[in-house]
């Protein structure tokens, strides 16, 4: 499995929505409601904001929210905060019984 | 709350062996599958194996696959990654991941701090 598609970088304004899109195949994001987001901020470890599709974990503010449509999933952020600077990344299980990861984004807040 | 705690990376010359650890605490370790992911500083994470609750059952990532083995021993909450043969390819900061927040069990719910490893000459 090829790893997942996603924009190098984004950015938006305080206040401001972004999106980010990650784009699989018929054989994981198509496959499975089994997509999950990681915020990761320079030399910490992945924390994870969104499971299954569209579920926040406890804690995680409301304003990350995740969706699906066929092959491609999207992260969204609403309200954008300057602590929202970070990479992400999408992950999706496989037909193959195993995770691929997205090349992650670079999302700048302006 | 949830600890990870990667050790055992380091500087490795090709072709050799290194074994890393990962202990486990605040969580019901025998009752997770449990992950190693390994990530190139500046690139995206990449699974690399998983072992089932009782370890009978793994999984490798194609890359790694005949040259490492996952193992896990619950009686000491510890997960494990025997690393053979490695290839300079292998380099990065590798990190062990468990479920434990999602009822399906499909994401990596809590990450340990990372070990790096170095194969170089």
């Known amino acids: 499995h090829s790893a997942l598609t996603q924009p190098a970088s984004v950015s938006g304004s305080p206040g401001q929505s972004i999106t980010i899109s990650c784009i699989g195949t018929s054989s994981d994001v198509g496959s499975f409601n089994y997509v999950s987001w990681y915020q990761q901020h320079p030399g910490k470890a992945p924390k994870l904001i969104i499971h299954?599709?569209?579920n926040r974990p406890s804690g995680v503010s409301n304003r990350f929210s995740g969706s699906k449509s066929d092959n491609t999933a999207s992260l969204t952020i609403s309200g954008l905060q300057a602590e929202d600077e970070a990479d992400y990344y999408c992950t999706a299980y496989t037909s193959s019984a195993s995770w691929v990861f997205g090349g992650g984004t670079k999302l700048t807040v302006l | 709350e949830v600890q990870l705690v990667e050790s055992g990376g380091g500087l490795i010359q090709p072709g050799g062996s290194l074994r890393l650890s990962c202990a486990a605490s605040g969580l019901t370790f025998s009752s997770y599958w449990m992950h190693w992911v390994r990530q190139v500083p500046g690139k995206g994470p990449v699974w690399v194996s998983c072992i089932n609750i009782d370890g009978s059952v793994t999984r490798y990532a194609d890359s790694v696959r005949g040259r490492f083995t996952i193992s896990r021993d619950n009686a000491k909450n510890t997960l494990y990654l025997q690393m053979n043969s490695l290839r300079a390819e292998d380099t990065a900061i590798y990190y062990c991941a468990s479920p434990g927040i999602a009822v399906t069990g499909m994401s990596f719910d809590y990450w340990g701090q990372g070990t790096l490893v170095t194969v170089s000459s």
């Open positions: 299954d599709v569209n």
